[in-house]
């Protein structure tokens, strides 16, 4: 059995939820929409414990949760811009300092904002909570108890007995003035890396994921970014296999179907290509994709009935490789070009800037929007959920200087996950991003492939 760390006590375990099996979509114009928030917390609780609560949020997006003692000073974080999909997010307060002693007893507030995925801010909100003094005694400073005649916590039942209960010695009794232990860390919990249970045929994230599947025909996924224009042509206009909701739409892959099961990651509606390693006759299927919340290779199960598949473009394809920053154009099979870009750069913090690698196609083009509140990209469609291929953001929405942090960057990771490619002409093939814009006007459906710049044995990426 695989270890399992335990989560540093200062984390929020995170369970999103949904009351379908998809996400939350975005309504009408709500790239414009500011974001709204509502907490439900527990007026009090013991420290040291750990309790429940429950976030809605209007939009997706990145929501940002900080403890403040009565004067309101900050205590911890307890989530900086943590991606969440789903309109009900269920959270576990562990009300314990980052040294996983128990918080001293008092009046603490949550502090919540977040910003949409299109970058638009929230109002911020807050909510009181009453911690209430610790009953937790060290384990080395509990009362000693009668010996007993259970069997020391390492030992193991013979494999050549069966267990029989009933002649197992009954527990004993804690002495009436002993108090009760505090509730153990929990073991496990979406989103946070190396934390994940092994179920069935799914995987730990990270930790024994061969690096190609084994199948006769898996395209892409049986590719690295120096296979032959032949392999990569046929990966190009082989058909995409999508969750069925749509593009502002997330899905999660598990890591076992059976109940109990918890969540690997997520990904993106329509856009975002995932491999089908097995149809089961249960109704489910393994499959493998690189989640959105931090790049990371993951295999896990998805119900068939969620996925589709789709006839791409067959004219026209792209590849980018994250490790040369590059995106090549490719048309009838044959190479028309390339250019630099630049890819999501994360952060300890902000994973989720990851560009994740696998298969995507272009669907809505949106022309100009908003960049994260610091400028304005131009020729943007969307590749999968709120990340982007686009021009190198602009300062102003209709201006000509290009904001610093990007354009001197290009060929380097450099944004928040979008796929910036310059303004200029390349010299080889003349491709830019106005360029792209025009060819995908009339071709709809371009599948592009985005190689990694690491092995899939080496995620995740969240340490």
């Known amino acids: 059995m695989k270890h399992i760390r335990r989560l540093p006590a200062f984390l929020l375990c995170i369970a999103l939820t949904a009351t379908s099996s998809t996400a939350l ?133 013979s494999a050549d007995e069966p267990e029989n209960t009933q002649k197992q010695p009954a527990a004993t009794k804690a002495p009436a003035s002993a108090k009760p232990a505090a509730t153990p860390i929990p073991s496990d919990s979406a989103y946070a890396a190396g934390s994940f249970k092994t179920g069935d045929e799914g995987l730990m994230i990270g930790v024994g994921v061969s690096d190609i599947a084994m199948q006769t025909d898996s395209g892409y996924w049986g590719l690295t970014a120096d296979a032959s224009d032949e392999d990569i042509w046929a990966a190009l206009t082989r058909p995409l296999v999508s969750v069925d909701v749509s593009e502002q739409e997330s899905a999660y892959i598990y ?110 083009r949106r022309g100009t929007i908003e960049y994260y509140g610091k400028g304005f990209t131009k020729y943007t469609i969307r590749l999968n959920g709120s990340y982007y291929l686009c021009e190198i953001p602009t300062t102003k929405k209709n201006g000509s200087t290009f904001l610093d942090e990007v354009r001197d960057q290009l060929g380097n990771k450099a944004t928040r996950g979008n796929i910036c490619v310059a303004h200029e002409a390349s010299s080889d093939g003349g491709i830019n991003a106005e360029w792209i814009w025009n060819m995908t006007d009339d071709n709809k459906k371009v599948k592009v492939l985005i190689f990694d710049d690491k092995a899939r044995t080496d995620v995740p990426v969240g340490e």
């Open 255 to 364: 890591d076992t179907t059976e109940d109990g099961r918890k969540k690997l990651g997520s990904i993106s509606g329509l856009s975002q290509g995932v491999n089908v390693v097995a149809k089961r006759e249960d109704g489910w299927s393994l499959v493998e994709a690189f989640r959105n919340e931090d790049g990371a290779f993951i295999r896990g199960y998805i119900r068939s009935n969620k996925l589709r598949t789709v006839e791409v473009n067959q004219t026209y394809g792209m590849v980018i490789d994250k490790n040369t920053q590059t995106l090549t154009v490719y048309k009838d099979g044959e190479r028309l070009g390339s250019c630099q870009v630049s890819t999501g750069l994360p952060t300890k913090k902000y994973l989720h800037r990851e560009t994740p690698a696998g298969e995507f196609m272009t669907v809505t």
């Open 25 to 157: 979509a975005a309504k009408g114009k709500a790239f414009t929409e500011k974001p709204t928030l509502k907490i439900n917390l527990p007026s009090s609780m013991e420290s040291y414990k750990s309790e429940e609560y429950t976030v809605t949020a209007s939009l997706p997006g990145f929501m940002t949760v900080t403890l403040l003692d009565a004067s309101g000073s900050e205590v911890m974080t307890l989530l900086d811009h943590q991606e969440i999909h789903s309109k009900m997010n269920v959270l576990d307060f562990l009300a314990r300092t980052p040294e996983g002693e128990a918080l001293p007893a008092g009046d603490y507030t949550f502090k919540l904002s977040m910003v949409s995925q299109y970058g638009v801010a929230s109002d911020e909100i807050t909510a009181g909570i009453k911690l209430e003094p610790s009953t937790y005694v060290p384990r080395d400073e509990e009362e000693p108890e009668e010996a007993a005649d259970a069997p020391a916590d390492d030992a193991q039942v």
